[in-house]
């Protein structure tokens, strides 16, 4: 027993001096009596993806030389397993079931044959693949899991390969490239005589574009795409005829996944008030076989309406006038008149139920003088409260428009209070208020007057918290709106007492008529 320890213990010490110059991990793992032993370091089950893109997928095998006699030299031989051994060795394992992929798919170097030098260490195994023909197995035979199993054997009956660590099994995926459409509905308004619409165009199971690709759409004018999306929408809408649009050149050029092919429509065959749709597919493109195109519809509607009419942005607004809010002194509902166009419905501006009436305050020996001097908000503010139609709000635009039109959102709950008011418009270059105390009238504290306001329309609101529209009337679109840059609302009744609250106002605008300009 001592002599096979003080064996063991040479063998152990001779592997520890040659492995200190190893530039491989080496195993410990070495059976007595073999001169040499041979394993493969990434042995095992491994998920392989792969891309039809590629000519060529090679992975490497790493295959390691331990034993008593660094100088030997054993042959080795890697060979794939038949159906038959794969269904004995790998069928009973979780995801079993395996279909081994046929020998033309794949190749071994130097066909699979490998001998060591002395003193060799270590060495690479290439395993070749050829992706494309692979992926066409799938396609043929989606439900099935293909695979290559490789067992590593010694030639020389005095060499030994490890069992346990001499059998790879790759189970492969093969992904292909697909142009596809970054949207599936793509809907836009026709406000002029032509319009431009982006069309996203992307590739998906690709994580790098290193080509150039040139592509086509195919613009068959399919009747029952449209038919198939009328129903699944329960829309009504026409099939945009040919000649009235036409896309630029598509591509997406080298290290881009994305980029937007621009259809352009023309109006002049078009009819307005009527809503079109084009279905797209996708065409051929310049990778033939090693990209696919995606068969799915990506479906473009276009809106044609007669009047071109679109909500004005809030981002530029402010507020100019509130004669009537709570959070010039209450603890509640303080959002202030800025509320209403902050794009937040939870948040709203009410009128100011828990401060003084207005007729309680005085400034230089004028009863009833409430006006904030002291400038506490960026707009001509006021510290107490007024009857329900004495209240008026003055908003900013930003800029100048033709106005047909504006929408309110009442507050959330039960308590909406805003009833009906008047709107007004003006278009003079600046708003113009004078307290009493710069010789300014008491009347203008209820509703500013010294600008020139055109009369727009009367909100009647419904007791409810729905988002409600309010449009003049066809004679007044039909000669463009009203131009003006400040909307005043004056308030003329309430649903509840004196009490007026809002969470959203909104003003639209008329841009175009038949598709042309509005000046």
Not at 28 to 39: A, E, F, L, N
Not at 180 to 202: C, R, W
Not at 388 to 412: C, E, Y
Not at 492 to 497: G, P
């Amino acid at each position: 027993m001592k002599k096979i320890s003080y064996l063991l213990l040479l063998l152990l010490c001779s592997l520890s001096l040659t492995g200190c110059k190893d530039s491989f991990a080496w195993q410990d793992r070495v059976p007595q009596g073999y001169q040499s032993i041979t394993y493969i370091k990434n042995h095992g089950t491994h998920a392989l993806t792969m891309n039809t893109t590629e000519t060529t997928h090679t992975d490497s095998l790493l295959i390691i030389k331990a034993g008593s006699d660094p100088s030997r030299q054993p042959s080795l031989r890697l060979r794939a397993l038949t159906q038959a051994e794969v269904d004995s060795t790998y069928g009973s394992q979780q995801g079993g079931e395996y279909t081994i992929i046929p020998d033309t798919t794949f190749s071994l170097a130097d066909g699979g044959q490998l001998t060591f030098a002395a003193n060799q260490e270590g060495a690479v195994m290439p395993v070749s693949f050829k992706p494309a023909s692979i992926f066409k197995l799938m396609k043929a035979h989606p439900s099935t899991k293909w695979v290559l199993a490789l067992r590593m054997n010694s030639v020389n009956p005095k060499d030994s390969a490890n069992t346990d660590m001499s059998d790879v099994l790759y189970v492969i995926d093969v992904k292909s490239p697909m142009l596809s459409f970054g949207h599936e509905n793509i809907s836009q308004t026709m406000y002029y005589k032509t319009l431009d619409v982006a069309v996203p165009l992307t590739i998906r199971n690709c994580n790098e574009n290193k080509w150039d690709i040139t592509c086509t759409l195919n613009q068959s004018q399919d009747a029952q795409a449209v038919a198939d999306y009328n129903a699944a929408h329960n829309t009504s809408y026409t099939l945009l005829p040919a000649g009235s649009y036409s896309f630029n050149a598509l591509r997406l050029p080298t290290g881009q996944l994305t980029a937007d092919a621009t259809l352009t429509v023309n109006r002049a065959t078009l009819t307005s008030n009527v809503t079109y749709v084009l279905p797209l597919k996708m065409g051929t493109s310049s990778m033939g076989q090693q990209m696919q195109s995606d068969s799915a519809y990506s479906y473009v509607v276009i809106d044609v309406p007669k009047y071109g009419i679109r909500e004005i942005k809030r981002d530029a607004w402010s507020a100019l006038f509130c004669n009537n809010d709570n959070a010039m002194g209450g603890s509640e509902d303080n959002a202030s008149i800025t509320a209403i166009f902050d794009d937040n419905p939870n948040t709203f501006w009410h009128t100011g139920w828990q401060i003084p009436s207005c007729n309680s305050f005085s400034y230089k020996g004028v009863s009833g003088d409430d006006y904030d001097y002291a400038h506490t908000r960026s707009w001509h503010a006021f510290k107490g409260f007024r009857d329900a139609n004495k209240t008026t709000f003055v908003i900013d635009l930003g800029a100048t428009h033709n106005i047909v039109g504006v929408g309110i959102k009442q507050r959330a709950g039960s308590l909406q209070d805003f009833r009906s008011g008047d709107v007004y418009v003006s278009n003079d270059p600046s708003f113009l208020f004078k307290p009493i105390a710069n010789g300014g009238s008491a009347a203008d504290y209820n509703q500013p007057m010294l600008n020139n306001w055109t009369y727009l329309l009367t909100i009647n609101a419904p007791h409810d918290s729905g988002q409600r529209w309010y449009q003049v009337a066809r004679p007044k679109l039909n000669s463009g709106g009203i131009k003006g840059r400040m909307v005043k609302v004056a308030v003329t009744q309430s649903y509840r007492d004196q009490n007026i609250s809002l969470a959203e106002f909104w003003v639209r605008e008329i841009v175009s008529i038949d598709g042309e300009p509005v000046q």
